[in-house]
Antibody
Framework: QVQLQESGPGLVEPSETLSLTCTVS????????WSWIRQSPGKGLEWIGD???????NYNPSLKSRVTISIDTSKNQFSLEVRSVTAADTAIYFC??????????????WGQGTTVTVSS | QSVLTQPPSASGTPGQRVTISCSGS????????VFWYQQLPGTAPKPLIF???QRPSGVPDRFSGSKSGTSASLAISGLRSEDEAVYYC???????????FGGGTKLTVL
């Protein structure tokens, strides 16, 4: 059974870079697409972007200038960086596996989520 | 304000059938597949429907998806107390080239 676990700092200062890692266990990171999604306090879900095991990426146009998603197949991990963060980036960040072609299958396995607060 | 529009709330009594709507446009729901997710309080979203109408293994057939034109719906029959959650629709947008989520519908089981 594939499991995903997010890790990273829970507190980031304004203007700094938020960095999170998602570790995949119980299966290989190869073959699939992998996504990051966030949820601001009391709000809905926002797709941040995804990455294929080959390294090709697709980003939310509203975040694209500040976001980088990368993958390390040797460690079975993929990562998220959000630069120049503000309080608006405070959210629960989820990593997820996409079950196949993202336009067909959607996210079928999710991490439990990690809370990131942007504050000085 | 989300590009995919859902009612903020819905309710029903145990055993009832409820439907949750998701309205989009020709650049998203009208041309791409719709997904539905269930988020129980304090947990990660769980996939309910993909490819408009298909259920992942393990999802009860009480949950069903449908789509017509630029709108989609999630129906829950035989409502149970454990169905109380927030439900999100999602679809890719060809114009915005990204995945969109609806604002979510909080379902209350009375």
């Amino acid at each position: 059974q594939v499991q995903l676990q997010e890790s990273g700092p829970g507190l980031v200062e304004p203007s700094e870079t938020l960095s999170l890692t998602c570790t995949v266990s119980g299966g290989s990171i190869g073959t699939y697409y992998w996504s990051w999604i966030r949820q601001s306090p009391g709000k809905g879900l926002e797709w941040i972007g995804d990455i294929y095991h080959s390294g090709s990426t697709n980003y939310n146009p509203s975040l694209k200038s500040r976001v980088t998603i990368s993958i390390d197949t040797s460690k079975n991990q993929f990562s998220l960086e959000v630069r120049s963060v503000t309080a608006a980036d405070t959210a629960i960040y989820f990593c997820a596996r996409v079950g196949g072609d993202p336009r067909i299958f959607g996210m079928d396995v999710w991490g439990q989520g990690t809370t990131v607060t942007v504050s000085s | 304000q989300s590009v995919l529009t859902q009612p903020p709330s819905a309710s029903g009594t145990p055993g009832q059938r409820v439907t949750i709507s998701c309205s989009g446009s020709s650049s998203n729901i009208g041309r791409t597949y719709v997904f539905w997710y269930q988020q129980l309080p304090g947990t990660a979203p769980k996939p309910l429907i993909f490819r408009d109408i298909q259920r992942p293994s393990g999802v009860p057939d009480r949950f069903s998806g449908s789509k017509s034109g630029t709108s989609a719906s999630l129906a829950i029959s035989g409502l149970r107390s454990e169905d109380e959650a927030v439900y999100y629709c999602a679809a890719w947008d060809g114009s915005l080239t990204g995945l969109l989520f609806g604002g979510g519908t909080k379902l209350t089981v009375l």
